[in-house]
Each structure stands twice: as structure tokens, then as C-alpha cells.
């Protein structure tokens, strides 16, 4: 039983006394029956009190006094006193341990579906170059015969590539892959042998052979003259940056006698004019690259002059 119902209870016992007190007091009638209705009031503002939050309680007193003979007879109007229902807490049950609910997820804040990306990568295929270059020779033809000492060796191959003479020459090599190169001849047969090399590293050689046949037939030697010329010689260059690179001799000799001009790598001859001048050009065609070599001029009685010359000619 709760503190609300003990007050129910005082309430309920405290109008039973006040009925007991309106029997035994019929002298004082009237002003007990005020008292009666003060204490019905009074204790029923007690089960007001009482029963606000317990439940609904409902108290119905009758008052029925004994009849007196001296004072009115007086019927109490049944009082209804009615509370007011208590609210009731609904508490939420307790959820179960084992019940495992997922969370609510707003659709604003869901993650984007996941992309997949692959990561498998292609490793281009690389393919080796093994095919030798193509190399021909189209000028001059195997087996040809020259009076110059000078020939001009020229042909085809795969651009890009680089064409080599005799093992240490490079020839001229344009962007559609046509090359050239000079080369002199020495009398007799002359084997020319050439080698093109492609940027894998790929080789490709040919060789023909060729003649140099000799033009100049034996010159008798000029009476000398009666008076003598002093002989003088002079270079003009000693070096040259041009292809094929040369260089011009020049002086003074006996008139009508002969000069001869010589080297490892070129020559020439020629003769003094009425008045004794000469001058000749020289090619060295095949004067290697940066590497001096000495040339010797001589007249018909022996006398000689020696210069050095030097080739800067690329290719």
C-alpha cells in the first residue's frame, strides 16, 4: 500500500467519526449537522488527495441519522467524489541482448558505390631489330678500268645507317640512304670493300674490284738549258677542310724541265713554261683525318723541297 492510499484510508475513517459524533450529540442538531458536511468536505478533499496518482477511486457516503423526536429529520445529499484517472508511464521495453538491429543510414549520407579499377598493366612488346641493312653498290661497276687516280664510289643503302671504305673511310650518307665516296686508285687492280652498319648494330658488306690503268707513256728527259734557272718550290695551304682535300705546289725551274710532286697519299707532276714558272694542284683523297704526312717537290736535276700537310676534311 502506497503514502496515497494511507491518506484514502485517514480520509474514509475520518467521516465514519463524524457520523458518530452527529448520533450521539442530537441536542447540538443543527449545529451538527454543519459539522457533519464540514467533515465530509474535509474528508473528502483527504481521498482527493489520496488517490491523484494511485487509481480511480470512487467514495460514496450516505449519511442516514437516526430519527429524533426533537430535531428535524434531515437527509445528507449523497456526495460523489471521482477522481481523475493517473497517467500511466508506458516504459519502453528493454531491448534484447541478442537482438542485433543495424543502424538507420540516412540516403543523403551513404558512400558512393565503390569503382573498381583494375589494375593489370600491359607491357608493350618490344621486337629486335636483327635484319642486316640493305648495301649496294651502283657506280662504278666490278671490274672497271681508270685512268684517274680519283674514282668516285657511290650507292644505296637503309637510311639512318652509316657506310664505311675500306674499313676506316665514311662515306657521305643523305636522309633516303644514297651514299658517296672518293678513293684513288693505285695502278693495277684496286679491291674497294665497304660496310654498312644500321643503328641496331646490324652489318650488311660488299666489295668490288677495280683498275687503274697507267695513261702516261715514258717522257724523255729535255735537253737542259744552256743557262740555268735557280729551282724554287712553295705550298700554298698545308692543310685543307674540304673533301677530297688538296693543296697547290708552285716556283720556279729549268723552262721546259719537269717538276714531280709526291706523298704516301697523292701526287703529281708537271712543267716549267718558257719562262720557267710551274704550278700544280695535288689531291690526297686518301689523307687520313688530322694526321700530318710530308710532300716532296723535285726538279729534273734532283734538287727538292719538302712541306708538311695535314688533312681536315670530315668523312
Excluded at 485517514?10 to 447540538?28: K, N, P
Excluded at 482527493?48 to 445529499?77: C, H, M, N, Q, R
Excluded at 521495453?93 to 573498381?116: F, I, K, Q, R, Y
Aim: aromatic fraction near 8%; include cysteine; glycine fraction near 8%.
Amino acid at each position: 500500500m502506497t503514502m496515497l492510499d494511507d491518506r484514502a484510508r485517514l480520509a474514509v475513517d475520518a467521516i465514519e467519526r463524524s457520523v458518530a459524533d452527529q448520533a450521539s450529540a442530537a441536542g447540538f442538531a443543527g449545529f451538527a449537522v454543519a459539522q457533519r458536511r464540514h467533515a465530509m468536505w474535509t474528508g473528502a478533499g483527504w481521498a482527493l488527495a489520496g488517490s491523484a496518482v494511485a487509481a480511480t477511486l470512487v467514495v460514496t457516503a450516505i449519511f442516514t441519522p437516526s430519527p429524533e423526536p426533537d430535531v428535524a429529520t434531515t437527509t445528507p445529499e449523497p456526495i460523489v467524489v471521482t477522481t481523475a484517472p493517473a497517467t500511466e508511464t508506458t516504459q519502453a521495453p528493454s531491448p534484447d541482448p541478442g537482438l542485433v538491429v543495424p543502424p538507420e543510414v540516412d540516403p543523403a549520407s551513404e558512400a558512393p558505390p565503390t569503382t573498381e579499377v583494375s589494375l593489370t598493366t600491359e607491357v608493350p612488346t618490344t621486337t629486335l631489330d636483327t635484319t642486316p641493312p640493305s648495301l649496294t653498290i651502283t657506280s662504278p661497276e666490278d671490274g672497271a678500268r681508270f685512268e684517274e687516280k680519283v674514282v668516285t664510289f657511290s650507292g644505296s643503302t637503309e637510311p639512318g645507317a652509316t657506310v664505311i671504305a675500306g674499313g676506316k673511310w665514311e662515306a657521305t650518307v643523305s636522309e633516303e640512304g644514297q651514299w658517296s665516296i672518293q678513293l684513288v686508285l693505285s695502278v693495277g687492280a684496286n679491291g674497294a670493300s665497304f660496310v654498312a652498319t644500321d643503328q641496331a648494330g646490324n652489318e650488311t658488306s660488299a666489295r668490288i674490284t677495280v683498275h687503274l690503268d697507267p695513261t702516261e707513256p715514258p717522257e724523255e728527259e729535255p735537253p737542259p738549258p744552256e743557262e740555268g734557272v735557280e729551282f724554287t718550290a712553295f705550298a700554298t695551304y698545308g692543310s685543307c677542310e674540304l673533301n677530297p682535300p688538296y693543296d697547290v705546289y708552285y716556283g720556279m725551274a729549268d723552262p721546259g724541265t719537269k717538276v714531280t710532286i709526291t706523298s704516301e697519299y697523292g701526287s703529281g707532276s708537271v712543267n716549267a713554261d718558257a719562262e720557267g714558272n710551274w704550278e700544280k694542284k695535288v689531291i690526297f683523297a686518301a689523307a687520313p683525318y688530322g694526321e700530318t704526312f710530308l710532300v716532296t717537290v723535285k726538279d729534273h736535276s734532283g734538287k727538292k723541297k719538302t712541306f708538311e700537310f695535314v688533312s681536315w676534311a670530315e668523312g
